[in-house]
């Protein structure tokens, strides 16, 4: 029912920011958390910021917190993702997932018995030097 579109990847050079967007769509997207991931080549799926289906709770990892910035439309449509002080290694697919908890978000990515509900088919984010 819910389908997200991932929006805002290029080319950034290191230092730069770059603000992402996945736009959900379907009858209950409203209802479900979502959540910014990324995987590196050669790198396990990384949780980067979740927010919750009210979109009130919102949840970062401390690996994070104070670069990237999790925001989320007033319809609860788009969730944002602004990323600053890129560096090479963080080139990277990033990609968004939604899912109706939020706790399910915030484990997925280690906890390989997990998954959501529904992910976007990501973009490209390449951090040159």
């Known amino acids: 029912q819910v389908q997200l579109v991932e929006s805002g990847g290029g080319l950034v050079q290191s230092g730069g920011s770059l603000t992402l967007s996945c736009t959900a769509s379907?009858?209950?997207?409203?209802?479900?958390?979502m959540g910014w991931f990324r995987q590196a080549p050669g790198k396990e799926r990384e949780l980067l910021g979740a927010?919750?289906?009210?979109?009130?709770?919102?949840y970062y990892p401390d690996s994070v917190k104070g670069r990237f910035i999790i925001s989320r439309s007033k319809d609860k449509n788009t969730l944002y993702l602004q990323i600053n002080s890129l560096r090479p290694e963080e080139t990277a697919v990033y990609y968004c997932?939604?899912?109706?908890?939020?706790?399910?978000?915030?484990?997925?990515?280690?906890?390989?018995?997990?998954?959501?509900?529904?992910w976007g088919q990501g973009t490209l984010v390449t951090v040159s030097s």
């Open positions: 997932g939604a899912d109706p908890i939020l706790h399910t978000i915030v484990v997925v990515a280690t906890d390989k018995d997990r998954d959501l509900e529904v």
């Open positions: 927010n919750g289906r009210s979109g009130a709770s919102t």
């Open positions: 379907g009858r209950t997207f409203s209802n479900y958390a």
